[in-house]
């Protein structure tokens, strides 16, 4: 078997080379991971959830706190007090695929951009599109 541990982080080609292997030969993979925003890792997520062939579980620290788990509220506030992020402790420690990923295009345009660079942003991005759209037809 595969553990693919941190799978956001990780190239996803790796599991389109190992399934036929696995598949030959009757293995399994594992992929214990935090969310990155909605990457590979949220795809292979809603499908594994959505397989009854899969199993899917999500636990946060609120699950796992005295249940094996040794992390509990008074380090997230800890870690709150501490400095780190609300993005990511949602992510860290919520699984939260919808906070924004940090240094990530969506934190930048959520947290350091004025608004009105934004609006140009999305302007240009527009255009781009729409500039392409144009050049196939």
């Known amino acids: 078997g595969c553990v693919f541990s941190e799978f956001a982080l990780q ?4 599991w389109d080379y190992m399934r036929p292997i696995l598949r030959e030969n009757g293995g399994w993979a594992i992929f214990p ?3 990155r925003g909605k990457n590979h890792g949220w795809d292979l997520y809603k499908m594994a959830r959505d397989n009854p062939d899969w199993y899917c579980e999500t636990l946060t620290v609120e699950d796992t706190f005295g249940r094996g788990g040794t992390v509990g509220p008074k380090d997230v506030e800890d870690e709150r007090k501490a400095g780190m992020s609300e993005n990511l402790i949602q992510q860290e420690y919520y699984v ?3 906070a924004a990923v940090e240094n990530g295009l969506m934190d930048l345009l959520a947290t350091r951009i004025p608004r ?8 240009a991005i ?7 759209e144009n050049r196939n037809d």
Do not use: V
Not at 11 to 14: A, C, N, S, T, V
Not at 116 to 123: E, L
């Open 11 to 14: 190239d996803p080609r790796g």
């Open 33 to 35: 991971y935090t969310p």
């Open 96 to 98: 939260s695929f919808e």
């Open 116 to 123: 009105n660079t934004i609006d140009a942003f999305y302007n």
């Open 126 to 132: 527009d255009n781009l599109a729409a500039e392409l």
